[in-house]
């Protein structure tokens, strides 16, 4: 079965500091990732897809088929990206998403 | 731009009741999906939904749970005899292909 690890429950940063989260994933295949963004009472919104390879908000993700990874990256964490970050995976066809745990990102002023 | 609505926001009920989560997907959608997140655990898949049946239920998805489109519009999800274990945040979320659009939740609290 697929799986996706994100192995950071919370990560702290420093506003203007690099911002990395986590996330891996199992499945033999080429999966779509995705990774979703939570703001505080908000829904759950996607932030981008490794398909589009596109820059959102000044966060991109990278996928690396051999390290079977997907992090989020931005170079200068702003207070305004303090959220719920959860990387999902999907089998290609219209599957239905994987989440992985959920990384929050507190970036702190 | 259009959303995916849930109501109610918050439900509170006794265990044993029943409970229908109701969810007004984005109208030119095709695939309808429910997700359930306990608290402090990850978002976990229920149910998708196409073409007025069922396509794809995980194993949490069991006899307890029915999903229904009773009126073209209204994608419904039934909790049956709800234990306290249900209590969790329902997400309902449509799609018109690869990406997901997630409504705002429904709080289900068990007591």
């Known amino acids: 079965a697929q799986r996706v690890t994100q192995p950071e429950k919370l990560l702290s940063v420093f506003k203007g500091a690099p911002v990395e989260l986590k996330c891996n994933y199992s499945?033999?295949?080429?999966?779509?990732l995705f990774w979703y963004v939570q703001y505080s009472r908000q829904r759950l919104q996607l932030l981008l897809r490794?398909?589009s390879r596109e820059s959102i908000k000044g966060f991109t993700a990278d996928l690396n088929k051999g390290e079977t990874s997907f992090h989020l990256k931005k170079p200068f964490a702003q207070e305004e990206d303090s959220a719920m970050y959860y990387c999902a995976l999907r089998v290609p066809g219209n599957t239905p998403l994987v989440f992985g745990k959920g990384t929050r990102l507190s970036v702190i002023a | 731009e259009p959303e995916v609505t849930q109501t109610p926001s918050h439900q509170v009920t006794q265990m044993g009741q029943e409970v229908i989560l109701r969810c007004v997907p984005i109208s030119n959608h095709l695939y309808f999906y429910w997700y359930r997140q306990i608290l402090g655990q990850k978002v976990e898949f229920l149910v998708s939904f196409y073409n007025n049946e069922i396509s794809e239920k995980s194993e949490i998805f069991d006899d307890q749970f029915s999903v229904e489109r009773p009126d073209g519009s209204n994608f419904t999800l039934k909790i049956r005899s709800t234990k306290l274990e249900d209590s969790a945040m329902y997400f309902c979320a449509s799609a018109p292909g690869p990406e997901a659009f997630f409504g705002q939740g429904t709080r289900l609290t068990v007591v």
């Open positions: 490794h398909i």
């Open positions: 499945y033999s295949g080429s999966p779509e």
